[in-house]
Nanobody
């Protein structure tokens, strides 16, 4: 059984940093990319960043390259998303997903909807 479990969310003051974890069981990250998405209240889900099985990183947002850092610990089968300089607009539920692909599909690719495993998400709140 494949499971993705996110952790590390919480309440962080503007300007602070946070590291989210996505721990995967039931599949090995040697063969799967892992993507991070977020959904703010009343908004559509948007892609944040993705790391391929060969550690190629794709940032799906314009601010991602500057503020989001993705890394992976293969021994722990865990992917980390570090978010720096947090802003109130970063408030959202952050979820990780493993597509049936070693490479990162586009943020809007149907793969994410139809051929991917998803975690339950973790809440990140940055007060204004």
């Amino acid at each position: 059984q494949v499971q993705l479990v996110e952790s590390g969310g919480g309440l962080v003051q503007p300007g602070g940093s946070l590291t989210l974890s996505c721990t995967v069981s039931g599949l090995t990250l040697d063969y799967y990319a892992i993507g991070w998405f977020r959904q703010a209240p009343g908004k559509e889900r948007e892609g944040v960043s993705c790391i391929s099985s060969s550690d190629q990183i794709t940032h799906y947002t314009s601010s991602g390259k500057a503020r989001f850092t993705l890394s992976r610990d293969k021994a722990k089968n865990t992917v980390y998303l570090q978010i720096n300089s947090l802003k109130p607009e970063d408030t959202a539920v952050y979820s990780c997903a493993a597509p049936y692909d070693r490479d990162c599909p586009g943020a809007r690719a149907t793969t994410w909807r139809s051929h991917a495993y998803w975690g339950q998400g973790t809440q990140v709140t940055v007060p204004s």
